[in-house]
């Protein structure tokens, strides 16, 4: 039982995590590895296999390591981003997660590779880690096989969205997001934003879900608002949270559908007027991606790791000032060939992030 590859899998004791960005990066693992192991249990596997390599695909500096000392013959930890630890006062973590980071900061020194989403992440791992630049490699991650098995076709999707009942009562014309809503993504001013101008927003997230009740299509009421969930406390993310939550209440421009399949979200990217990416700092930024696949165009934050990902395809906003979100808004709205020209060029920068590039990644960090 030689060259196994174990990953371990915090989604399966973490039925939240397969919502949020693990989840999705464990998915599209899954569909380029088919015979790598994924695993919630790890105890047992480095005996039963000496010749082995583990990949960590999430590896979380403010839980307890998973271990401290090498276990596999070849370890991979995949960083994702250090936003929490690169701005500490926007993400407080007490003195247990200060001491969880104080041991993974050990542990790391037995991964043998830190693979990391995009070249503005490695830098902070290298800066903020101490870590030698060769030892970091950068994988960008490719889109779930779904996103390139759709037709595109805009009269096909306008004839599914019709018919499908979660969706009956989308307005004709709306705005994207898609995402969590941590103080990085930057929901206050994108609220202020939405508020400014005539286009509603369609909110997509596992976190918006406690904005709604039972319907897949509600505006956030004011008895929403005396739930437990909104308890304010220190954490300065729950408290811009709060703020967005409160901008966004009676307001029937601001619109939450829940959770939603895939194939829902693809029909949203297709039929939205643009996608709105407004965050202080990424990672990565995977809607843009999404969106751009699907020939959606994109507002983005003039920031440094959303012009790596798309190369400048996009329409940038200063994250800070609402106003250039709505000037954004209107452009996209009343130039058509903006929009085309748009569409045209992030829809070929998409297909830079690939499945095959994905593989070749990972298979030389393996090898």
């Known amino acids: 039982m030689n060259n196994h590859v174990i990953v371990f899998d915090p989604t399966a004791k973490d039925s939240q995590s397969k919502f949020r960005g693990v989840g999705r990066y464990l998915q599209i693992l899954r569909e380029n590895f088919p015979n790598w192991i994924f695993t919630d249990s790890i105890e047992n596997w480095s005996l039963k296999i000496e010749n082995s390599s583990f990949i ?37 973590i007490g003195l247990k997660g200060s001491l969880n980071v104080f041991l993974n900061r050990i542990a790391l020194r037995s991964y043998d590779t830190v693979v990391t989403d995009s070249e503005q992440s490695k830098k902070d791992i290298i800066t903020i880690l101490k870590i030698k630049p060769e030892k970091v490699k950068v994988i960008y991650p490719c889109l779930p096989r779904l996103f390139n098995q759709v037709d595109s076709s805009q009269e096909l999707v306008v004839r599914k969205l019709s018919q499908n009942p979660n969706f009956y009562l989308l307005p004709s014309n709306y705005c994207l997001y898609v995402g969590d809503a941590t103080w990085n993504k930057n929901l206050v001013n994108l609220a202020k934003a939405i508020k400014l101008q005539e286009l509603p927003c369609v909110f997509v997230g596992k976190v918006f879900k406690n904005l709604v009740a039972s319907s897949k299509y509600q505006v956030l009421s004011q008895n929403k608002l005396n739930t437990n969930y909104l308890i304010l406390n220190t954490n300065s993310w729950q408290k811009e949270l709060h703020e967005f939550m409160i901008l966004a209440q ?7 559908p829940g ?29 843009y991606v999404e969106a751009s696949s699907q020939k959606c165009p994109n507002i983005l934050s003039d920031v440094p790791i959303l012009k790596e990902i798309s190369q400048n395809n996009a329409i940038f906003i200063k994250p800070e000032e609402p106003q250039t979100i709505v000037s954004a808004l209107k452009s996209i709205q009343n130039n058509p060939t903006l929009r085309d020209e748009l569409i045209k060029q992030s829809y070929k920068r998409s297909t830079f992030f690939s499945q095959q590039n994905f593989v070749t990644g990972f298979n030389s960090v393996l090898s």
């Open 259 to 287: 959770f939603i399949s895939d194939e829902e979200l693809i029909q949203l990217y297709q039929n939205a007027v643009c996608n709105i990416l407004t965050s202080r700092n990424e990672g990565f930024g995977f809607s």
């Open 250 to 256: 009676n307001d029937k421009r601001f619109i939450f």
């Open 56 to 92: 960590n695909p999430f590896f979380n500096f403010f839980s307890p390591p998973l271990f401290i000392k090498r276990r596999f013959k070849k370890q991979i930890a995949i960083i994702h981003d250090l936003i929490p630890l690169k701005y500490p006062s926007y993400f407080p």
